[in-house]
Structure formats: structure tokens, C-alpha cells
């Protein structure tokens, strides 16, 4: 059996569940068996107004990570995974699941299959920009959208909510500028075009590039901790090297279900009650029914006076600061545990209320999908596991094991990390994970031939460049 530090692969080709050599989702610890709870304790820990539930205290807030990182944390993952298929009602091989999204940093949720197979995405009267739109008659900026109000976008996700489709917007916009920019002189597309490269490919590509920069230094280090990420990745003069002990995958780059199902899932955390959009408008997550003005829902068309306005989800500088996430921990906003109708579906919403719990779902994915018990993953990463008293679960069914995502929620909220960012095992699954992911894709800036950074104008000084920067070249800061 595999331990930490050897040499053999943890990858999906030590899984015994399956006989595929590789695949886009596997597992990160193949020789660990699956953690199977009875399903009532579950639905008793992610219950509404049980242990998980965030009672909106003032000392919830984690004000070194603004609330706008919850959001590009949802933008990431929606770029990274798509899992269409699998539910909270059966046990499944994740080996036999297919990833309907690429394991890459590429924004396939924003560039789509490209030009010919996702023509809807591009302006037809100049190809090389992105479709954009303003909302009539208030002329804010909102996705491009068809008569029935749906996102013309790479991704039907980034429209769930109006936050993280304001966030396909300002990458949109990203990129239209990036093309603007390379057009303006003949000397910027000299300065940034590789050999054979179009206006349309260099934009992209520097676009990827400056999306997969904010990745690295914007927020890992703040999800992860800076020490973490430096651990696993030096960047000097001759270029970049990524060490991962965890992830290494055989064959082709793969989603972990320890990730996808456990450790990436902590940002659930970090959501607020409530927002303020701009200084106009203070709306609720899910808010009352049939009363569209009063919660962040997607899939329509944006309301007059919510465009949004970013320095309050994000730090820019001479602005005040922004709104926190919530902290890194095992509370889940209250409207989160009381899913409605149109986040659940219909039928699971009046057969399975128990069920209605994002917190009580996430518990049930894992089971169905084999996820490993924290304890085990901590023993086997070389920690020293937190054993169930420590965490709070002390009913004699859970047999002195917990599921991987409340262990992971559970070792952030203990001092000294205190909700600030992620715990030892959670952190160096997602570090490990998103930088072994950039290290396998050739086409990242890591593996360019040459050391690549952001550059003025793009950014506003050399090597630097966070989302902040991202929005401000974009244009779209102010909003409301």
C-alpha cells in the first residue's frame, strides 16, 4: 500500500472501484476505502438549525478574504468541473464519470468550443471580440441573452446567480479590452503575439495567462496560505517549478473527487446572508418567492440599478473596504440549508425536504461517491488526524471517522487558523490540485518557453496583477 512520500501514484490507476486506466474525475487516495455513514446522521449534521448552521454572528466575518472570492471561487470551479450526472440518491464510481469541462485553467466557460462550434459567443461583426450586452433601457452591463432571457455563455452555471454572472461579465470585457489594447499599436501585438498567433489568439491566450496569474498569486494564497502555495511552487528567473507529492496523475490530468466533492467544496462557507450589490441595492441570497427584487437568482435579465459595483467584493486601492466572505468554517449560511424549489427541483423539493440542506447534500454526495473519512485522508497525507471529539461529533455511529468535507471545514475553524483560510489537509489538496492541474496543461504560462508575467498597461506593474487589476483594465469597476 502506497504511502505518503512514495513514489507510486495515488492517482485513479490505484483505484480498485473501477478498471479504467484514467479518467476526468478519479481519485486522489485510491487505496482508501470510502467512508459510508448512516444516512440519518448525515441528514441530522446538515440539518436546518443544527450544528452547521450559521447563526449570522458579527464575529463570523473573515475580513482577509473579501467577499468576492467566494464568487471567483464558484467562476474557477465552473471552469474546471462539470458533473451533470451523478446525484445524492445512489452509490457511484466517480471513474465513470465524465467531467463535461476540461482540467484546465482555460476558460472554456467563457471562450466555449471556439469560434466554429460556438458562434453564439462571438460578435459577428468583429470575431476576434466576445459578445457583450447592456440591459434596456438602464444600459448596464449584464450577460448577452437570447428572447427567453438565457445567458448566451459558454457555461448555463455562471448565470445562477447574479454575482458570479457579473463575473462572466467582467471577463468578457476582459478580454474585448485585451484585443482593443493589442489593436491600438502595432508595437503591443509585436510585443505579446507568439509565432503563427492571430490578434483573437494572442488576446486569448494572454487573457488565460492573466486568469491563471490571478489563480496563483490572488487566491491560492489567500484560500490556501501563502506558505502552502510557496511550498509546493518556486517561481525565479529560470522559470517555474511545481512539487506536488499528492497529485500525479499517470496519465492525463484528472479531477480528484477528494477535491471536487470534499476540499474545493469549503467556499459554501464563506457565503454571506446578504449583499450589497452597489450603494443601491441590499438583497438576500435566495429571498421571499414570486418577489424576483428580492434575491440574487440568475437565469433573467439583470435588474434596473444592480449592476454590480466591484470595490465592494474586492480591495482597490484609495476605495474603502469591501464586504467579507464569512469565515472558512463548519457554519453554512441559513438559507443554505433551506434550499428553494428552483435550487433543488420540484419533486426532491416536496419529496426529500431533509434534503433541501446544501450542507445535508454535500454530506450525501460524498457517501455515494466513495470519499474517504477525514482521518483517513490525514493519516495518510502524514498529519496527525483530529479525532471526533475534537470536531463535535461524539454519536457512536460515526465510529470514530468524519466525512472528508466537515473534517476539512472543522480543522480551519480551530486556532490559530480561526476561519482564515484553509487547514493542512483541505489547504494542500487544493493547492496541490489546482497547481498540479496548471503544471500538467502545457499551454499554461508555467510551461511557456520563456519566464512570462503580467506587463504594464495590463497590469499596473510588473508582475503584478490580482482581480482587482483584472476588473479595472476591463473597464467595469464602477457599476451602480
Known amino acids: 500500500m502506497p504511502r505518503h512520500g512514495a513514489e507510486v501514484s495515488r492517482a485513479i490507476a490505484n483505484t480498485p472501484h473501477s478498471s479504467l486506466p484514467v479518467g476526468r474525475f478519479g481519485r486522489l487516495f485510491g487505496t482508501l476505502g470510502g467512508f459510508s455513514p448512516p444516512d440519518g446522521l448525515l441528514e441530522e449534521l446538515g440539518k436546518p438549525g443544527g450544528v452547521m448552521e450559521d447563526r449570522n454572528k458579527p464575529g463570523g466575518d473573515n475580513k482577509g478574504i473579501p467577499a468576492g472570492f467566494t464568487y471567483l471561487g464558484q467562476f474557477i470551479d465552473h471552469d474546471l468541473t462539470f458533473d451533470p450526472v451523478s446525484t445524492i440518491t445512489k452509490k457511484i464510481d466517480p471513474d465513470s464519470l465524465r467531467n463535461f469541462r476540461t482540467p484546465r485553467f482555460d476558460l472554456d466557460s467563457v471562450y466555449g468550443f471556439g469560434h466554429n462550434a ?212 463548519s457554519k453554512l449560511a441559513a438559507p443554505l440549508l433551506k434550499l428553494p424549489a428552483q435550487v433543488v427541483g420540484e419533486k426532491e423539493f416536496t419529496d426529500a425536504p431533509e434534503r433541501r440542506s446544501l450542507a445535508t447534500r454535500n454530506l450525501l454526495r460524498g457517501k455515494r461517491l466513495g470519499v474517504p473519512s477525514g482521518q483517513a485522508v490525514a493519516t495518510e497525507m502524514g498529519e496527525t488526524p483530529l479525532d471526533n471529539s475534537a470536531i463535535g461529533l461524539t454519536e457512536p455511529g460515526w465510529d470514530d471517522e468524519a466525512p472528508l468535507w466537515f473534517y476539512i471545514l472543522k480543522e480551519s475553524e480551530r486556532a490559530p487558523i480561526s476561519g482564515k483560510r484553509l487547514g493542512p489537509v483541505g489547504a494542500r489538496i487544493v493547492a496541490e490540485v489546482m497547481l498540479g492541474l496548471l503544471d500538467k496543461d502545457q499551454t499554461s504560462y508555467v510551461n511557456h518557453s520563456s519566464v512570462w508575467k503580467p506587463l504594464k498597461p495590463i497590469a499596473p506593474a510588473a508582475g503584478r496583477f490580482a482581480m482587482q487589476d483584472l476588473i479595472k483594465f476591463a473597464g467595469v469597476v464602477q457599476g451602480g
Open 118 to 329: 460556438s458562434p453564439h459567443l462571438y460578435n459577428r461583426n468583429d470575431p476576434d471580440l466576445l459578445l457583450t450586452a447592456k440591459t434596456k433601457p438602464t444600459k448596464e452591463l449584464d450577460l448577452p441573452r437570447n428572447n427567453q432571457e438565457t445567458a448566451l455563455i459558454g457555461d448555463p452555471r455562471n448565470d445562477e446567480n447574479v454575482l458570479v454572472s457579473q463575473m462572466q461579465v467582467a471577463f468578457l470585457h476582459f478580454h474585448n479590452a485585451v484585443v482593443r489594447h493589442l489593436r491600438e499599436k502595432k508595437t503591443n501585438f509585436k510585443k505579446h503575439k507568439l509565432p503563427g498567433e492571430s490578434v483573437y489568439d494572442t488576446a486569448q491566450r494572454l487573457v488565460r495567462w492573466h486568469y491563471q496569474w490571478i489563480v496563483v498569486h490572488d487566491f491560492l494564497p489567500k484560500i490556501c496560505g501563502p506558505g502552502v502555495v510557496n511550498s509546493l511552487m518556486v517561481e525565479n528567473a529560470s522559470g517555474t517549478t511545481i512539487t506536488n507529492e499528492l497529485y500525479q496523475p499517470t496519465n492525463n490530468p484528472f479531477i480528484p473527487i477528494e477535491f471536487a466533492v470534499a476540499a474545493y467544496r469549503f467556499g459554501h462557507a464563506m457565503v454571506r446572508n446578504d449583499y450589497a450589490l452597489n450603494d443601491i441595492i441590499f438583497v438576500t441570497i435566495f429571498g421571499r418567492a414570486n418577489q424576483p427584487l428580492s434575491h440574487l437568482g440568475g437565469g433573467r435579465i439583470l435588474p434596473a440599478d444592480w449592476q454590480i459595483k466591484w470595490p465592494n467584493f474586492f480591495k482597490f486601492p484609495g476605495r474603502a473596504d469591501p464586504q467579507a466572505s464569512r469565515k472558512i468554517d
